[in-house]
């Protein structure tokens, strides 16, 4: 299949090789010819306004495809707009973006359409330079929304055209360097189709997301752009891209109660700022603690003397782990079921927290116990 993609590019000579510029430009052909007919159905791409392509870019940082399909779904359909977004209370923008995680990222949406409704007239500006300047938007998103909403000729360097283009380049420096994704995004700039930036840039997504994966071995012989692949060429996959090694992750210990009183259960808001700021969780303590100490430990947070003799039972409610970017929590839950609930904590109906207030991923495990007995 690919001697159909080589007609469509410079050919290298042996003698000759290619310099980076003509390399670059040698992908361009095969690139959207192959795009045409390979590109995925995705409801983002279905009528790829700007607030969609915004909206759609900032979910997928960091989350699968897959998983965003129902959370982009549901958002268009309560915030269809710049100004509805603008408008929405924090706490029901934190619910639709509950299980999404990285929660800042939602609360720059707002703030940024905040700006646009301010000093834009509510619609999403149609420079690079002008959408950098808004909350949440970086090079990568800026590109992605001028390129594909506006078809302004600038790139758009995520981790999968970072991916790509070091195999096609043979680049074996640190592909986490700034310095890399700079370098890259100016010799894309200078050689992308300047009256297809759209089906270029996607293109680059694409092949990264479905070929040149991030995991597991690249499919070389569906890639358009093998005949050119430096990285192929050298037998490099394997060494190619570099990322130099993270450090380990802090590993935090944490006892997770379920204070229940019939269909009520116990949550409090997290503070303002710091991880997950704002939502709200269950009642959780540092370390891991055994059953018999859980009544004592109930007693002693809330602060109210006697509370621990209206425990009628205490369960274990299992173990979980949930990753963040620099920390790991390991947890322990218990359920208490109780004739009082404390009065430092907000008292809820169970369904209610699924419907109204934002839990975090990191306590799926125990809304998923709460949700079959409710």
Not at 97 to 102: C, F, I, K, P, T
Not at 133 to 151: C, M
Not at 296 to 322: D, F, M, N, Q, T
Request: proline residues 6%.
């Amino acid at each position: 299949m690919n001697h159909l993609y080589e007609k469509l590019q410079m050919l290298e000579r042996e003698d000759r090789p290619f310099s980076r510029t003509e390399r670059l430009k040698a992908m361009n052909g095969p690139l959207l010819f192959w795009y045409q007919g390979h590109a995925r159905i995705l409801p983002w791409r279905d009528n790829p306004t700007a607030y969609q392509v915004w909206i759609s870019e900032i979910m997928l940082q960091q989350t699968r495809v897959e998983a965003v399909k129902p959370y982009f779904s549901r958002f268009l359909e309560v915030l269809p707009d710049v100004r509805t977004l603008a408008q929405v209370e924090e706490e029901k923008l934190l619910k639709l973006w509950e299980g999404l995680g990285y929660y800042n990222r939602a609360r720059n949406l707002k703030k940024a359409a905040e700006i646009v409704v301010r000093d834009y007239e509510g619609k999403l500006p149609a420079s690079y330079e002008e959408l950098l300047k808004l909350p949440g938007i970086g090079s990568y998103t800026a590109g992605a929304i001028a390129s594909i909403a506006y078809g302004i000729p600038v790139p758009a360097v995520d981790g999968n055209v970072l991916r790509v283009i070091s195999r096609v380049l043979a680049e074996e420096e640190d592909i986490r360097k700034q310095s890399i994704k700079h370098r890259i995004e100016d010799h894309l700039k200078e050689t992308m189709p300047k009256n297809q930036a759209s089906s270029f840039n996607q293109g680059l997504i694409e092949i990264g997301a479905i070929i040149c994966v991030p995991n597991g071995q690249p499919k070389c012989q569906e890639c358009p752009l093998e005949s050119i692949c430096l990285a192929r060429k050298q037998g490099l996959t394997d060494r190619i891209p570099y990322k130099a090694p993270k450090k380990p992750r802090k590993v935090e210990e944490r006892t997770i109660l379920l204070i229940e009183s019939g269909q009520q259960i116990a949550i409090r808001k997290r503070p303002d700022h710091g991880l997950l700021a704002s939502l709200y969780e269950f009642p959780n303590y540092e370390g891991i603690w055994k059953k018999e100490d859980v009544a004592g430990l109930v007693e002693r947070s809330c602060g109210e003397p006697g509370l621990a003799e209206g425990i009628r039972e205490i369960e274990y409610a299992g173990e979980a782990k949930h990753i963040f970017s620099h920390v790991e929590w390991h947890m322990t839950g218990y359920r208490i079921l109780t004739e009082k609930m404390p009065s430092a904590y907000l008292s809820v109906e169970k369904q209610e927290i699924f419907e109204k207030y934002p839990l975090p991923n990191a306590f799926c495990a125990y809304t998923k116990l709460i949700r079959g007995e409710s």
